[in-house]
């Protein structure tokens, strides 16, 4: 995160000709001189009709920190900003809004506030070179080791389930499968046991299909009419 909470700087061929005018500022006062801009350039997008925010004196000692500025002149001209006398006046037809032109001012003092925060690490830097040296080396381990970490990690199933969905989706996915788990242990719980005469063993039969005859025993008494009926 940049100066101001500004996103990090574009890349030079990203950058359109107002902001490439903004980064051709002298670093030494650019983001006084930027805050100065700021100010006028809000007093005009809130203020659209009124005349006094749309001339502004280049004498002005209050904005002697602005236009002192080699480049000062050329970024109001491309904002629209034109010559009379010693004054510079934003015709009526010009509209300057926030995201065109007050977020480039911001975007341009993130940059020149990271430049800043460069020069001071370097002459700190500079002062012990062998600390330098210990400290690149540092920085180039730590890569080489959260690269490795990355790749031996890699991503986990259940991360890869979820990436895109939303947090109710989440939710619902939890929750069904939360439900599925419940039913099938229910099922298993519920099933009906097997009555005694699915457990009861088969009576045994013979290769022809016919019961066995249960042999006889000194206690099976026969009345001897018994055989001469079944004779008969």
Not at 33 to 44: F, G, P, Q, S, Y
Request: hydrophobic share 35%.
């Amino acid at each position: 995160m940049g100066y101001y909470n500004m996103p990090p700087a574009k890349m030079a061929a990203d950058l359109n000709a107002l902001e490439k005018l903004l980064r051709t500022l002298n670093g030494e006062g650019a983001i006084e001189a930027l805050d100065l801009l700021e100010k006028i350039t809000r007093n005009v997008v809130q203020n659209p009709s009124e005349d006094k925010y749309r001339r502004v004196r280049t004498t002005n000692e209050k904005l002697a920190v602005l236009f002192c500025q080699e480049n000062c002149l050329a970024v109001m001209q491309e904002m629209g900003w034109q010559q009379d006398g010693d004054s510079l006046v934003l015709p009526m037809s010009v509209e300057l809004d926030f995201p065109k032109h007050v977020v480039k001012i911001l975007e341009a003092k993130s940059y020149y506030g990271k430049l800043k925060e460069e020069a001071k690490r370097g002459a700190k830097l500079a002062q012990d070179p062998s600390k330098a040296g210990v400290l690149h080396e540092m920085e180039i381990d730590r890569r080489e080791r959260a690269a490795a970490q990355a790749v031996s990690s890699g991503p986990k199933p259940v991360a890869q389930a979820v990436v895109g969905m939303s947090e109710e989706q989440q939710l619902q996915a939890a929750l069904r499968l939360s439900l599925q788990g419940a039913g099938a242990s229910t099922a298993a719980t519920t099933a009906p046991s097997p009555t005694p005469s699915q457990t009861s063993t088969p009576t045994p039969t013979s290769t022809d299909g016919a019961s066995q005859k249960k042999p006889d025993s000194a206690f099976d008494f026969k009345r001897r009419g018994d055989a001469e009926t079944k004779k008969k």
